[in-house]
């Protein structure tokens, strides 16, 4: 856990390349901590060649049936372009969430 902190300490935003069930859970935890508010850092999922049309049709389905608010929706960047991506990195304004979880709590 510590080393996961430190990486995401230092790092300015976090882009998934299509990868395995390491690669999501990496995600999806960063993910988590921006939705309770313990970073306000993009994340984004590079889609290349389609690798993760199903993952994204996935968000979109769980905001559908309302278990994923359109603020946390609006919080997964994805693209297929790297440079367009790191674009809306540059521009991206993270929704304000209110929290009630410490760092040392995850």
Not at 1 to 26: C, Q, V, W, Y
Request: hydrophobic share 35%.
């Amino acid at each position: 856990m510590k080393e996961k902190r430190k990486m995401s300490d230092l790092a300015d935003g976090f882009i998934a390349l299509p990868g395995g069930p390491g690669t999501l859970e990496e995600f999806f935890e960063i993910f988590t901590w921006a939705q309770l508010g313990l970073h306000q850092k993009p994340c984004g999922i590079l889609n290349v060649n389609g690798y993760y049309d199903l993952l994204v049709s996935f968000f979109d389905h769980m905001n559908e049936q309302q278990f994923l608010q359109d603020k946390y929706r609006s919080m997964a960047l994805v693209g297929t372009d790297p440079g367009d991506l790191l674009d809306r990195f540059n521009t991206y304004a993270p929704p304000s969430v209110k929290t009630y979880i410490t760092e040392d709590q995850t």
